[in-house]
């Protein structure tokens, strides 16, 4: 099976204990109505030794949070990578609200999205693609509806790991039954035995000693289209860039 690679754009106010959890954020966050971002230096760093990666790598897609855009700086390195013919951009929301931690709410999660999309697209052009990411991988099955009332085409939200069950209010079968009910195509992410192989699972202490392994095995072949055929999902942060000195790269196959 090909793998299709896809990186998020959280900068450290997106991190769960800072921003858009009911219980675990330090800083409150009422609705998903954010404007003002301006980016830390840690991820304007992680972003040029990201660019300087990806600039002779392979197809990657950037699953963008809207609110990113409000910041030039950022934004004029999300333009040098909008003239690279293997960068697609999706959506990760507008301001990282986890949804599924809050109680359901389609009417702000639809005008989320509707916002979002709006947005994005204007920027990417025609390296933009309908497809969504949850912020911090919280997703629930009312999501679903709106997702494709809004004209996205495929959710990449689902950590199929008994671990994160509580995030998806269930379990993730219930997620994958919702998008597949609504026409909408799901793609999950790889795990091992253990537990996550995506994201945080990449330094995160037992997982990453499976993980890394995991994404070698299945990164020999990569394509840049999960909608037309089955894919295996291998997804990172930005941010993953500026470790190691900003020579940090992810563990992917030699041989692809």
């Given at each position: 099976?090909?793998?299709?690679l896809?990186?998020?754009?959280?900068?450290?106010?997106?991190?769960?204990?800072?921003?858009?959890?009911?219980?675990?954020?330090?800083?409150?966050?009422?609705?998903?109505?954010?404007?003002?971002?301006?980016?830390?230096?840690?991820?304007?760093?992680?972003?040029?030794?990201?660019?300087?990666?990806?600039?002779?790598?392979?197809?990657?897609?950037i699953?963008?949070?809207?609110?990113?855009?409000?910041?030039?700086?950022?934004t004029?390195?999300?333009?040098?990578?909008?003239?690279?013919?293997?960068?697609?951009?999706?959506?990760?929301g507008?301001?990282?609200?986890?949804?599924?931690?809050?109680?359901?709410?389609?009417?702000?999660?639809?005008?989320?999205?509707?916002?979002?999309r709006?947005?994005?697209?204007?920027?990417?052009?025609?390296?933009?693609?309908?497809?969504?990411?949850?912020?911090?991988?919280?997703i629930?099955p009312?999501?679903?509806?709106?997702?494709?009332?809004?004209?996205?085409?495929?959710d990449?939200?689902?950590?199929?790991?008994?671990?994160?069950?509580?995030?998806?209010?269930?379990?993730?079968?219930?997620?994958?039954q919702?998008?597949?009910?609504?026409?909408?195509?799901?793609?999950?992410w790889?795990?091992?035995?253990?537990?996550?192989?995506?994201?945080?699972?990449?330094?995160?202490?037992?997982?990453?000693?499976?993980?890394?392994?995991?994404?070698?095995?299945?990164?020999?072949?990569?394509?840049?289209?999960?909608?037309?055929?089955e894919?295996?999902?291998?997804?990172?942060?930005?941010?993953?860039?500026?470790?190691?000195?900003?020579?940090?790269?992810?563990?992917?196959s030699?041989?692809?």
């Amino acid at each position: 099976m090909s793998a299709w690679l896809s990186v998020d754009s959280d900068d450290l106010i997106h991190l769960p204990s800072c921003r858009g959890h009911p219980h675990r954020s330090s800083i409150p966050m009422p609705t998903w109505k954010t404007d003002g971002y301006v980016a830390s230096e840690e991820l304007l760093e992680a972003t040029e030794a990201f660019i300087q990666w990806v600039e002779n790598g392979p197809e990657v897609t950037i699953f963008l949070i809207a609110e990113q855009l409000d910041c030039p700086e950022f934004t004029k390195r999300m333009q040098r990578l909008l003239q690279l013919p293997n960068i697609l951009f999706a959506c990760h929301g507008w301001g990282h609200r986890c949804w599924s931690a809050w109680p359901e709410n389609t009417t702000e999660f639809s005008e989320m999205l509707i916002a979002s999309r709006n947005r994005i697209s204007a920027f990417a052009g025609d390296s933009w693609r309908p497809w969504f990411r949850a912020p911090g991988g919280y997703i629930a099955p009312w999501m679903a509806a709106s997702l494709a009332g809004a004209g996205f085409r495929l959710d990449s939200s689902v950590n199929p790991s008994r671990w994160v069950i509580r995030k998806m209010r269930g379990h993730w079968s219930q997620v994958m039954q919702s998008m597949e009910q609504c026409g909408v195509i799901e793609r999950p992410w790889l795990t091992t035995i253990i537990g996550p192989a995506c994201g945080p699972a990449l330094r995160l202490y037992p997982f990453r000693l499976l993980a890394i392994g995991a994404w070698k095995r299945h990164s020999k072949q990569i394509v840049n289209d999960p909608e037309s055929s089955e894919v295996t999902t291998l997804y990172w942060h930005i941010l993953d860039h500026g470790r190691k000195s900003g020579r940090w790269t992810p563990p992917l196959s030699k041989s692809r």
